[in-house]
């Protein structure tokens, strides 16, 4: 929203999601920190366990990520009921340090059912020591972009970026 007395830009709180094609949702965030923080949190496995919060009842029990041009990206979570509950694994095809990386993700059940998959794109920018991350997600049709949409996936991921706030205030 742009302030009228003074013309600046002030960021949006929070998550927000646009779905500009029939298969793409685009996710936008700011963080209050530098890029270079951000981007390790995003794509560390020892930062990205202190802020990626699983389902009330799960456990993150594989987190791997190689963020160079065929790295692996691999996430699993263990349920009361299943180990693995779920599973997300990728490669990444594109990585320009701190400014964009691009992977592959491939969502299944621990039965190994494929639940989703899609190529993603994030994106970096940062200003006045504020980073904002735009992640472009193109799923391979609109039910499946429909289906993640309505998976309620926008309140883990922005449950999951809270608690990134948090750990990017803390000193490092």
């Known amino acids: 929203f742009v302030n009228r007395k003074d013309r600046t830009m002030t ?11 029939d298969t793409t949702i685009v996710l936008t965030r700011t963080f209050n920190a530098p890029c270079r923080l951000v981007w390790e949190a995003m794509f560390t496995p020892d930062r990205m366990r ?29 349920s009361e009921e299943a180990d693995p509950a779920m599973t ?14 691009v992977h592959t993700e491939t969502m299944a059940l621990g039965s190994g059912q494929t639940i989703g998959s899609l190529l993603e794109m994030h994106e970096f ?6 980073t904002t991350m735009r992640i472009t997600q ?3 049709s609109k039910q499946d972009r429909d289906g993640a949409l309505a998976s309620g ?10 608690q990134l706030d948090a750990v990017l205030a803390q000193p490092a």
Request: one cysteine or more; glycine letters at 10%.
């Open 125 to 130: 920018a940062e200003q006045d020591g504020t």
């Open 11 to 21: 960021p949006k709180k929070g998550l927000q999601i646009s779905t500009p094609t």
């Open 153 to 162: 996936m926008d309140q883990g991921m922005e449950a999951g970026y809270m």
């Open 50 to 78: 202190r802020w990626m919060l699983p389902p009330p009842g799960w456990t993150l029990t594989i987190c791997e990520c190689e963020a160079r041009v065929g790295g692996a990206l691999r996430l699993a979570w263990k």
């Open 138 to 140: 193109t799923y391979d």
């Open 88 to 101: 997300l694994q990728g490669v990444f095809t594109e990585v320009v340090l701190h400014e964009r990386i």
